[in-house]
């Protein structure tokens, strides 16, 4: 499995937050599907005030340039994409891996290292 982690700063509008939070906890089935095709096994967001941080776990051998390229080209992605960029403050013709910003691991604590 390999595990990547993003940031995004949503912009300072409260109501923009919290429907960007209310959307959310209703990703559109199509969405939701076409993220696990492309051998994404878990995705998960954080928020903290602005901040946004997301882990995605996924297959061995997911690509990140082609596998993301995949996702985009998804019936309804585009389309959820566009809608949420709105929330996040950004293009609605940027990719995703355009808004949000890989993360580069610092420190890991990993069972065995004593």
């Known amino acids: ?18 429907r960007y939070c209310e959307v959310h906890a209703a990703v559109w089935p199509e ?3 076409g993220i696990r095709e492309v051998g994404i ?10 901040q946004l941080f997301m ?7 997911f690509d990140w340039e082609r ?5 985009a080209r998804l019936p309804r992605q585009a389309e959820w994409e566009a809608y949420v960029a ?11 891996t355009e808004k949000w910003q890989l993360m580069d691991r610092i420190f890991q604590l990993a069972k065995g290292d004593e």
């Not at 499995?1 to 919290?18: G, H, V, W, Y």
């Not at 596998?67 to 996702?71: G, K, M, P, S, V």
């Not at 929330?87 to 940027?94: F, N, T, V």
């Open 31 to 33: 969405v939701q599907q």
């Open 41 to 50: 096994i878990d995705m998960q967001i954080y928020r903290a005030g602005r």
């Open 1 to 18: 499995m390999k595990r990547f982690c993003q940031t995004l700063t949503l912009p300072d509008d409260t109501e923009l937050i919290r």
């Open 86 to 96: 709105l929330l996040q403050g950004a293009d609605p013709q940027a990719a995703s």
């Open 67 to 71: 596998d993301n390229a995949r996702l």
């Open 55 to 61: 882990i995605m776990d996924t297959e061995d051998d």
